[in-house]
């Protein structure tokens, strides 16, 4: 029997503290892909903690079963902190009491998405044009929830010649934020270029709270570098999980002087038939299906011959029938080479593109934050 849809189940204990530290590795939010399997995945994988996608606030305040399903959640995701975007204090609030009746404890709020139709209600990055409302956002949540419970994710601000997330961090600070995660790029850079570590680092000497550091992470190794480069208090891993969930394995062994190798084609296999068991376990054969098309490809996007694998998965009618492609596509495969190799995942070469969400909350307008 499959559990009802959507099922929001926080857990009934919810920790008082979040895991922070350099052998805990997040998962970072991620609209359309850090659903409950991802997550799960994720954590199996060895994520300390997990953000879920953005949700609306405004979706809460209307009750929208689209919301309520981007919220889905059972005891054994945790700790779990959940990603708020909003422009209206009023309803920011409104929503973090809400949640704390349903369960939930631990909040952000998304300062960083430029998507337009976020940005156009002054949400996710458009909140960096007008810090005074940011503040008053920031102020409502953290009132309506338990001391340090609430954080912030930023960007630098709007454009280069509107850098103003220092400013901004330290006021959430002296407002009672309990961390602040940092995606050291404008919202006009998008995902392009590198992502301003030093901005992190200066963070870190900035600021009194913890600080976690997001962008271009895309192995264990960029990981464990950004945190040696800049001091912060940890990492949240985005598009490095999508497309290697064992990055958070990867960093904790790294961490113990072991090299991330490659990821032999059977342990790709395990991670693949892994999610799949978890997205057919928390849903039906056809959204299984639907979402399965879109995600297999991304895990073996590096290896020649994904174009064919996407269009026989197109057609494919079945859970079992995929697996069998899947199988055969294997078959052939040495497995996804190490982190400097030819998977492409180094330095910044990711097209975010090649993630556009499957059933986004936001669209597929990238880029996110
Ligand atoms: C597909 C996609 C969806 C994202 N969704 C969100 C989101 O809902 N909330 C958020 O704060 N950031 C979101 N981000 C931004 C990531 O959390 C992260 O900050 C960013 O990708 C930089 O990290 P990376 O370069 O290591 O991927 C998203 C990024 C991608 C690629």
Redesign the pocket.
Known sequence: MKSSWPRVEPAPQQPERLPIGWDKPWL???????DLPFRTLCREEGAACC?T??VSAKGLWYDGLNTWKVLETVPWDTPLVV?LFGAEADCLGWAVRRLREKGFAWF?L?M??SVPKVARQGAGSAMLRDPDNALACARAMIAAALPGHVSF?LRLGVSRDAVNWLDLALRLEDAGAGLV?L?PRTAQEG?GGR?HWEAIAEAKRRLGIPVLA?????TAEDGVRCLKETGADGV?????A?TRPSVFREHQALLGGEPAGEIPAGELRRLIRRHMELIGSFGSEDNALYRLRSIVPRYVRSLPGVRLLRQKLCACRSLDELDGILDSFLAGSPGLSGPSGPSGMSG?A?R?DK???PE?S?GPD?P??
């Open positions: 970072a939010p991620l609209a359309g892909y850090s953000v996608e953005m990603q952000d998304n960083g998405c994710k995660t995606h995902f992502a997001s962008g271009d992470l895309f949240m891993y985005a598009r490095g999508l910044g990711v975010l993630f556009d969400p986004t936001c990238a996110m934050d």
